[in-house]
């Protein structure tokens, strides 16, 4: 394999499951992928939560483009339900917009979002979910590891401040 490209298929690359949620396909970190935002859910029930409804309005102000690559996906957008078989494309590019998708069990749906005109950053949310994989299996340190190493990145970001100190407390240590 060249240094100059990766080929990997998205059932290699390690994805996260937190009980009761879909499978979280970290593609952007996993791949070192630096220009956009990109990540995959995968429904494990049916009628599972694929996208969590949001906007884009007060936060990254991303432009975001949807791709059910398999199953089938029910969005809403604005209060609009649309249905959403593999293969369909949606495209929001109004931040404004609230949106979210849930699927059948086996649905994949890609994302891929970036603040148009603007140099990508990987979003705090993103940095902050990757260690909440560690909450069901108390994995306590390996939670204060990931927070740690995204705190020096973004040391004013008060969510990463929160669950870094439930993951001390959790595992019995002192804030």
């Excluded at 975001?64 to 293969?87: I, K, M, N, Q």
């Excluded at 949106?99 to 069990?105: D, E, I």
């Excluded at 990145?153 to 407390?169: K, V």
Aim: contains cysteine; aromatic residues 8%.
């Amino acid at each position: 394999m060249s240094e100059a490209y990766t080929v990997k298929r998205l059932d290699e690359l390690v994805a996260y499951e937190i009980p009761g949620q879909a499978r979280w396909h970290t593609i952007r970190s996993a791949l070192d992928i630096r220009a956009f935002g990109i990540n995959a859910w995968t429904a494990v029930e049916d009628g599972q939560q694929l996208i969590g409804e949001h906007d884009e309005a007060d936060g990254e102000r991303h432009e975001e483009l949807y791709l059910v690559v398999t199953g089938h996906a029910t969005f809403t957008l604005d209060g609009e339900t649309v249905d959403a078989p593999g293969g369909t494309l949606v495209h929001v590019p109004d931040p404004a917009v609230k949106r979210g998708a849930v699927g059948t069990r086996g649905t994949t749906v890609l994302a891929v979002g970036a603040k148009p005109g603007e140099a990508f950053t990987p979003s705090s949310w993103e940095r902050s979910a990757e260690a909440l994989r560690f909450w069901p299996t108390e994995e306590w340190d390996e939670a204060v590891d990931v927070l740690e190493r995204h705190l020096t990145e973004t040391p004013e970001h008060a969510g990463t401040l929160y669950n870094l100190a439930c993951a001390h407390a959790r595992a019995g240590r002192p804030v």
